[in-house]
Nanobody, 111 residues
Framework: QVQLVESGGGLVQAGGSLRLSCAAS????????MGWYRQAPGKQRESVAI???????NYADSVKGRFTISRDNAKNTVYLQMNSLKPEDTGVYYC?????WGQGTQVTVSS
């Protein structure tokens, strides 16, 4: 049974930082591309960042230079370091490994 469990969300002021974590189980973590998505109220879910099994990363234009995705294969965990947060980063952040989703963690950035 595949499980993706996110943590680390919360309320932060604009300009602040948060670090999200996603602990995976039930998969061969090191062999999988992992991703972070987000969904703002009233909007479609969108890709934020991905990291391949080989460490290749890709980011949405809106977060380039501010967010960093990384993975620790020994801990079966993928991270999203979010710096210089903006109110428009507010939303529910989901961990993704095709075709599985985590339950999401809320990130709220106040202005």
């Amino acid at each position: 049974q595949v499980q993706l469990v996110e943590s680390g969300g919360g309320l932060v002021q604009a300009g602040g930082s948060l670090r999200l974590s996603c602990a995976a189980s039930g998969i061969i973590f090191s062999a999988n591309t992992m991703g972070w998505y987000r969904q703002a109220p009233g909007k479609q879910r969108e890709s934020v960042a991905i990291v391949s099994s080989g460490g290749y990363t890709n980011y949405a234009d809106s977060v380039k230079g501010r967010f960093t995705i990384s993975r620790d294969n020994a801990k079966n965990t993928v991270y999203l370091q979010m710096n210089s947060l903006k109110p428009e980063d507010t939303g529910v952040y989901y961990c993704y490994r095709r075709p599985y989703w985590g339950q999401g963690t809320q990130v709220t950035v106040s202005s």
